[in-house]
């Protein structure tokens, strides 16, 4: 397994993360602890959960991701050989059941760390993400930001003077962003120079073949600030192993039980995909693995975050980091972006 540093922080993480946020609806206990037996044993160290997952998010499981790592790591005993990460809600109308309110201030991170730690069963966080921001932004899958009438939102130097808290405690030890715009993390940037606030060292957003929008500006702060990219849905829910061309829609599958995951059905979307799964085939190489191969050969990335829900997906996910695209594969797939860009922000 190859690792990566992130910068500013003395966090080293495998370049192949483990997400997790099916276990409890899609993988039971069982399953989502031979998972992370696997993850450990392949070098996987890196791994990324939620306070609300399952996802979808329901109220009969929530939370039980976290709390199948936790009964995992008393089980096995490896808390310290895991960089563990985990997030905070913000608000919206989808996570009600969460806590109510679900803001990002004093009150509510307090309330979401210490029901992390207890479910995860560790008194620490490594790295804590801000789930979303606690202010009107363009959102899983929406393009155009859209100013709101009349802007309720928490303060992020409210927010930061909590994680600060936290950190000063112990029981954080670094903070990162997710599902966030240029202009807030560079807010979050700026703030924390002041000396008063912790630096946030990550950013965890969507970044797939079909979602290359972090490269219109993201990328260049990770760049110039020493931020490191967490990306989710490498595989946009799966459509990037292709098992979902040609109109088949397995048995089982996300996308199949759940309609409500539209994200990476786009305009164009299949038509990307098949000129993706094109090069995949004529250069011999598994679709998914070449999916996640361009991500792993991105500089900004620090971990990769994978999902899965059999075993035969987890193993063959994981080969990935041991696959260097060409030149040549490299040019094709900018072509193809170059045509379709980003069907699926």
């Not at 679900?102 to 801000?130: K, P, V, W």
């Not at 789930?131 to 009349?150: E, M, Q, S, T």
């Not at 962003?177 to 008063?196: D, I, Q, V």
Request: with cysteine.
């Amino acid at each position: 397994m190859k690792h990566r540093e992130i910068p500013r922080s003395d966090l080293r993480v495998s370049l192949i993360g483990l997400g997790t946020m099916t276990w409890g609806e899609q993988n039971t206990e069982a399953e989502g602890h031979e998972q992370m037996d696997y993850a450990l044993e392949r070098g996987v160290n890196f791994f990324d959960t939620a306070e609300m997952y399952p996802v979808p998010p329901r109220a009969e499981t929530c939370h039980e991701t976290e709390r199948i790592m936790g009964t995992w790591f008393a089980a096995r005993g490896t808390r310290e050989r895991v960089v563990l990460a985990t997030k905070v809600v913000g608000p919206g109308p989808h996570v009600t059941h969460v806590r109510e309110g679900n803001r990002l201030n004093r009150e509510h991170i307090t309330a979401a760390i210490e029901g992390s730690l207890r479910r995860l069963q560790t008194d620490y966080i490594d790295l804590y993400q801000l789930h979303w921001p606690d202010r009107p932004v363009p959102l899983f899958g929406k393009r155009d930001y859209i100013p709101a009438a009349a802007r309720d939102s928490v303060p992020i130097e409210e927010t930061l003077a909590v994680l600060a808290d936290l950190v000063e405690q112990g029981k954080v030890r670094y903070i990162g962003l997710s599902n966030e715009t240029p202009w807030g993390t560079m807010r979050f940037l700026e703030l924390a120079r002041s000396g008063a606030f912790p630096r946030i060292v990550t950013i965890q957003n969507s970044y797939n073949l079909l979602n290359r929008t972090f490269d219109g500006g993201l990328s260049e702060i990770c760049y110039e600030e020493d931020v490191r990219l967490l990306p989710y849905s490498p595989l946009a829910f799966g459509r990037l192993s292709g098992k979902y061309r040609s109109g088949q829609w397995p048995e089982g599958a996300r996308l199949t039980i759940w309609e409500r995951f539209a994200r990476y059905n786009g305009a164009n979307s299949d038509a990307a995909i098949e000129e993706y799964a094109r090069i995949a085939d004529e250069a011999g190489l598994d679709f998914a693995q070449m999916s996640l191969a361009w991500i792993n050969q991105r500089a900004h990335v620090a971990s990769n975050l994978i999902g899965a829900t059999t075993m035969s997906q987890l193993k063959s996910n994981i080969d990935s980091v041991d696959l260097d695209l060409s030149e040549d594969i490299l040019a094709a797939i900018d072509g193809v972006h170059q045509r379709y860009p980003n069907p699926c922000p």
